[in-house]
């Protein structure tokens, strides 16, 4: 068992998203049962760099000891972006156990400003830009109900580097790099930043999605269109909503049509 876990270890320490990929495809128990058996660092590299979601789910199923070693050993971003997707219950118990520093530290990350953009956003899907576009197809069709219009690219410490347009994954090559895809000019919004500040934004002409980072360009989440659209709707009356509904179906048909391509695709 101990060569298993080296040879684990040594996988994750040189291929980390190449090792989270492969954890996308077992249930949680198993990547659970993973978890326990590696050692700290190793759980973290993995917790950075897998679907924020996979990731809470698995982390809750940890024991309670071994949940708080990790959370005191992460950084504040990583804490912050599993505590966001934990319900209240477990995330009440789990910060009881923390240091006081880290749980207030926590508490004011979660504690968005109300009519924020922070408040708004939802999880990202995330990628390397090492990875190939087949491999890129892989982790959509695991994801297929959190599909947008972009995969995220981060670092190894979860920083946004650029992101890829799904339509460009359908006519390229399966063995090239996601680096040669990759835009890096996307627009970005801080999670402070008050809602009304980008109802109007330009950048909505071009984006269905808009990633939301930290001051230290760490990936927290990103904004749909549609929540915007929501808000503006509340504001602007029937006329703002016969428009808007005209413009998202239209967004809709674009995301049904490229769905089923991707469903279709390896079959």
């Known amino acids: 068992m101990k060569t298993d876990r080296l040879v684990a270890e040594d996988f994750i320490a040189k291929y980390p998203f190449r090792a989270a990929q492969v954890l996308e495809g077992l249930n949680d128990d198993e990547v659970a049962e993973l978890m326990r058996e590696l050692r700290s660092e190793h759980t973290l590299t993995l917790l950075n760099v897998m679907n924020v979601e996979k990731a809470s789910r698995c ?3 940890l024991p309670t000891e071994l949940a708080s070693e990790l959370m005191e050993a992460s950084d504040i971003f990583l804490a912050e972006s ?43 899907i995330v990628v390397n830009k090492e990875m190939t576009v087949k491999d890129a197809f892989e982790i959509i069709r695991r994801n297929k109900e959190s599909l947008e219009s972009y995969l995220y690219v981060v670092d190894t410490s979860g920083t946004f580097e650029g992101a890829v347009r799904l339509e460009e994954l359908l006519y390229a090559d399966r063995n090239i790099t996601l680096a040669e895809l990759m835009i890096t000019t996307i627009p970005k919004f801080f999670p402070d930043t008050p809602i009304k500040n980008i109802l109007d934004h330009p950048a909505w002409y071009e984006y269905r999605f808009i990633p939301i980072v930290d001051r230290s360009e760490k990936l927290l989440g990103t904004l749909p269109y549609r929540t915007t659209r929501e808000i503006t709707i509340k504001k602007s009356g029937p006329r703002t909503k016969d428009l808007l509904d005209t413009s998202v179906a239209l967004g809709e048909l674009y995301r049904i049509g490229l769905t089923g391509f991707l469903q279709s695709v390896g079959k």
Do not use: H, W
């Open 59 to 61: 982390f809750a199923l």
């Open 82 to 124: 599993l505590c966001r997707q934990f319900d209240e219950t477990y995330l009440t118990r789990l910060l009881s156990n923390l240091s006081p520093d880290l749980t207030a530290a926590i508490n004011r990350k979660l504690e968005q400003a109300e009519n924020t953009v922070g408040v708004l956003m939802v999880p990202v």
